[in-house]
């Protein structure tokens, strides 16, 4: 299962003693995701203008989830993701953070996907959608993968199989000949569907 | 190549999971009216950079124009990061239909007037046009933005391909 569900009205949780930094150059924006996180019952909140202001906080403080804009300025949320799977203590080389964007240029796009963040949130981000990332980052059972050319959560957790013509490399995947695909695979969503029971008129 | 994987249960999920906090219906309603609180103040931002962009890059408007594609960039990308005042104006799509422009515009070396002088029209329309635009036409203007881009800088390339 992806546990990525949609939230539920009646689901609770206690964010009251969680550290978030949030970085971003837009003031306003950061203003917008603090009011959010406060009215979420968020107690501390970091707010940073830059990446290199993040760093001093990641360098003296543990950090429960971070937020970031992807392009800033001086140095961008992609390196200072780097920075953090790579170089910051280890209280905070696996904090969950979440990528936020306005637009991802062209020549980012692979920066995006490798960079270690658990997601990318598009702007503008409603308070609705941020609060959601939240409980899929806590509820995920993702490992943590550390290689030479990666670090960061396991981006393979939609389960859609190997990619097609691989063997896989995991235990589960099914190896051999399945015929020629006639369409993309279904996800994990979509097969969970099949087994939900739904109210239909008769 | 060594791959290590780890599972460790994140603090934040530890403390989630404590007594207390409250409930998903109640944050979010909490939260949308704290944002209701800092809608004029944005809207009035949004004007303003609609502002800066008719003033500084719209043909009709600027006396020099600045073939500057990051400010432009920067504009319209702050126009995203405030979009959520003014709801279902679709002025965020628009927007990034800008962005769109001046990233490849830059890579590939090509400022184009015209294209640029319908973005920001656009924007405005959407910004003003209130109850008199429907959806269909909003998204409508927005798609005819897009297509507006492809026909002058063609189709942007695949993630890791060179351009031209």
């Given amino acids: 299962m992806s546990g990525h569900r949609s939230l539920l009205d009646t689901d609770k949780a206690n964010l009251e003693r969680v550290n978030f930094l949030v970085v971003d150059d837009n003031p306003m924006f950061l203003d917008i995701i603090a009011s959010s996180i406060t009215s979420f019952g968020v107690r501390n909140i970091f707010k940073c203008g830059s990446a290199r202001e993040a760093k001093v906080i990641l360098q003296k403080t543990t950090m429960d989830f971070v937020i970031t804009e992807a392009q800033m300025p001086e140095e961008d949320g992609y390196s200072l993701i780097r920075w953090i799977r790579r170089d910051s203590s280890d209280a905070n080389r696996q904090v969950p953070v979440v990528l936020v964007t306005g637009h991802t240029r062209q020549s980012m796009v692979l920066q995006g996907r490798d960079c270690g963040a658990h997601f990318t949130v598009a702007k503008p981000v409603t308070p609705k959608v941020l609060l959601e990332r939240i409980f899929w980052v806590a509820r995920e059972s993702r490992g943590f993968i550390e290689c030479e050319s990666y670090c960061g959560p396991d981006r393979r957790y939609k389960r859609l199989g190997p990619p097609f013509g691989t063997d896989g490399r995991r235990a589960e995947d099914v190896k051999g000949e399945l015929g020629v695909p006639v369409e993309a695979n279904l996800s994990q969503e979509e097969i969970d569907s099949f087994m939900v029971p739904a109210k239909v008129a008769i | ?164």
């Fill in chain 2, 1 to 164: 190549m060594t791959v290590v994987r780890t599972n460790i249960k994140s603090r934040l999920s530890k403390e989630m999971a404590q007594p207390g906090g409250i409930a998903v219906g109640v944050a979010v309603q909490r939260a949308e009216k704290a944002l209701g609180a800092m809608q004029n103040q944005c809207v009035e931002m949004v004007d303003g950079l609609l502002g800066e962009l008719e003033t500084g890059y719209a043909s009709g408007s600027a006396t020099t124009v600045t073939k500057d594609f990051p400010n432009l960039y920067r504009l319209s990308s702050r126009i995203i990061d405030i979009a959520f005042c003014l709801p279902g104006s679709q002025i965020e799509k628009a927007a990034y239909a800008l962005c769109d422009l001046a990233d490849r515009g830059e890579e590939l070396g090509i400022w184009d007037q015209a294209c640029i002088d319908v973005h920001i029209s656009t924007l405005k329309l959407l910004r003003h046009g209130g109850e008199a635009l429907t959806t269909a036409q909003r998204l409508h203007m927005v798609a005819g933005l897009r297509q507006a881009t492809t026909r002058r800088l063609g189709k942007p390339a695949a993630p890791g391909e060179k351009t031209a």
